[in-house]
Antibody, heavy 121, light 108 residues
Framework: EVQLVESGGGLIQPGGSLRLSCAVS????????MSWVRQAPGKGLEWVSV???????YYADSVKGRFTISRDNSKNTLYLQMNSLRAEDTAVFYC???????????????WGQGILVTVSS | SYVLTQPPSVSVAPGKTARITCGGN??????VHWYQRKPGQAPVLVMY???DRPSGIPERFSGSKSGNTATLTISSVDSGDEADYYC???????????FGGGTKLTVL
């Protein structure tokens, strides 16, 4: 059974840092395209970052330079290091597995339950 | 960056057909995927590659595309289909994964 379980969220002050984890079972993180997607209160889904099965990483313009995606193959876990957090980063963060058939498109077939990050003083 | 436009809300009576649209420039050249998100739950993929249904998704869900609009159609709607629905494409721009703003489906 495939499971993605996020952890590490919580309340953090503006300017602070937080690291989210996504523990995966049922498939190998390093062999898949893994992403973080977030949803701010009252807003829609927003893609945050993707890590390819190689070493490529990409970020949304809104988090570029502040967030870093990584993985630990031995723990089969995906991470999102978030620095210089802002109030507008407040959201539920989901990790998700990406599928890219023929390399011409990209979609998410498995999602975690999400973890809330609140940036507030 | 690429923009996908969805109506904020769609309302339909039980047993009727709901159609949720997703508009985008030259969307015909892109594959469109759809997600259902119920409150407090993770998003669920309900349609991929325009019109393919993942296993476990009822046949009542179908997808199509015409011109600059993709459509998710849900027939024989029931209260269990109430959710927010999001379309998504892959784009060559700076933000490659693009979601529509979401449509809240209400079953009257």
């Amino acid at each position: 059974e495939v499971q993605l379980v996020e952890s590490g969220g919580g309340l953090i002050q503006p300017g602070g840092s937080l690291r989210l984890s996504c523990a995966v079972s049922g498939f190998t993180v390093s062999s898949n395209y893994m992403s973080w997607v977030r949803q701010a209160p009252g807003k829609g889904l927003e893609w945050v970052s993707v890590m390819y099965s190689g070493t490529g990483t990409y970020y949304a313009d809104s988090v570029k330079g502040r967030f870093t995606i990584s993985r630990d193959n031995s723990k089969n876990t995906l991470y999102l290091q978030m620095n210089s957090l802002r109030a507008e980063d407040t959201a539920v963060f989901y990790c998700a597995r990406g599928v890219t058939p023929m390399g011409t498109t990209f979609y998410f077939d498995y999602w975690g339950q999400g973890i809330l990050v609140t940036v507030s003083s | 960056s690429y923009v996908l436009t969805q109506p904020p809300s769609v309302s339909v009576a039980p047993g009727k057909t709901a159609r949720i649209t997703c508009g985008g420039n030259n969307i015909g050249s892109k594959s469109v995927h759809w997600y259902q998100r119920k409150p407090g739950q993770a998003p669920v993929l309900v349609m991929y590659l325009d019109s393919d249904r993942p296993s476990g998704i009822p046949e009542r869900f179908s997808g199509s595309k015409s011109g600059n609009t993709a459509t998710l159609t849900i027939s024989s709607v029931d209260s269990g289909d109430e959710a927010d629905y999001y379309c998504q494409v892959w784009d060559s721009g700076s933000d490659p994964v693009v979601f529509g703003g979401g449509t809240k489906l209400t079953v009257l």
